[in-house]
Antibody, heavy 122, light 106 residues
Framework: QVQLVESGGGVVQPGRSLRLSCRAS????????MHWVRQAPGKGPEWVAL????????FYGGSVEGRVTISRDNSKNTLYLQLDSLRPEDTAVYYC???????????????WGQGTLVTVSS | DIQMTQSPSSLSASVGDRVTITCRAS??????LNWYQHKPGKAPKLLIY??SLQSGVPSRFSGSGSETDFTLTISSLQPEDFATYYC?????????FGQGTKLEIK
């Protein structure tokens, strides 16, 4: 079965960096676009970033553009999110999610991980 | 940006009830609307994409609507349906979600 397991969250000071990972299993990882979605406490989810199945395109949400980098290693079935210049408002649970469209992203998230919590605080 | 507004924000209902949750977009998104279920500590789950039921989702869930007004209906609530539900538009970036509707046991 499809599994997505995030890791790398924790407490970090404002201005510092963090790299999140998402290990995928149960499907052909290299055939799917992958996303990061985050959810701040008490708010709805927010789409963060997409990377195409073959790393050919990357797209970012407006609130994080310029401060995050999405990447993937298809040989390791792993998705990454590099978070830089972190701010308190970046505090959230970060989820990786698979795009239902496979190699043509539709921005519909058919499988999600359980998330990893990032807390930005001094 | 397109804003997604759900109502109500919370709802109390009983097992067996028919429940409807509404999602309104601030501008037309044609039929590019999806629904998710989220239980605490669990991975969110895709229920409906466009007008289609995701594979494995019970048929008591259905979605309808177009342009700016959409509904998620659960025809007969089951104990496992108590959760928070989110709508999400995939018409144009940023692909915003609603703020959620928490469905609680009466």
């Amino acid at each position: 079965q499809v599994q997505l397991v995030e890791s790398g969250g924790g407490v970090v000071q404002p201005g510092r960096s963090l790299r999140l990972s998402c290990r995928a299993s149960g499907f052909t990882f290299s055939s799917y676009g992958m996303h990061w979605v985050r959810q701040a406490p008490g708010k709805g989810p927010e789409w963060v970033a997409l990377i195409w199945h073959d790393d050919s395109y990357k797209f970012y949400g407006g609130s994080v553009e310029g401060r995050v980098t999405i990447s993937r290693d298809n040989s390791k079935n792993t998705l990454y999110l590099q978070l830089d210049s972190l701010r308190p408002e970046d505090t959230a649970v970060y989820y990786c999610a698979r795009d239902r469209g496979g190699d043509w992203p539709r921005y519909q998230f058919d499988y999600w991980g359980q998330g990893t919590l990032v807390t930005v605080s001094s | 940006d397109i804003q997604m507004t759900q109502s109500p924000s919370s709802l109390s209902a009983s097992v067996g009830d028919r429940v409807t949750i509404t999602c309104r977009a601030s501008q037309s998104i044609t039929s590019y609307l999806n629904w998710y279920q989220h239980k605490p500590g669990k991975a969110p789950k895709l229920l409906i994409y466009g007008a289609s039921l995701q594979s494995g989702v019970p048929s008591r869930f259905s979605g309808s609507g177009s342009e700016t007004d959409f509904t998620l209906t659960i025809s007969s609530l089951q104990p496992e349906d108590f959760a928070t539900y989110y709508c999400q538009q995939n018409y144009i970036t940023p692909y915003n979600f609603g703020q959620g509707t928490k469905l609680e046991i009466k």
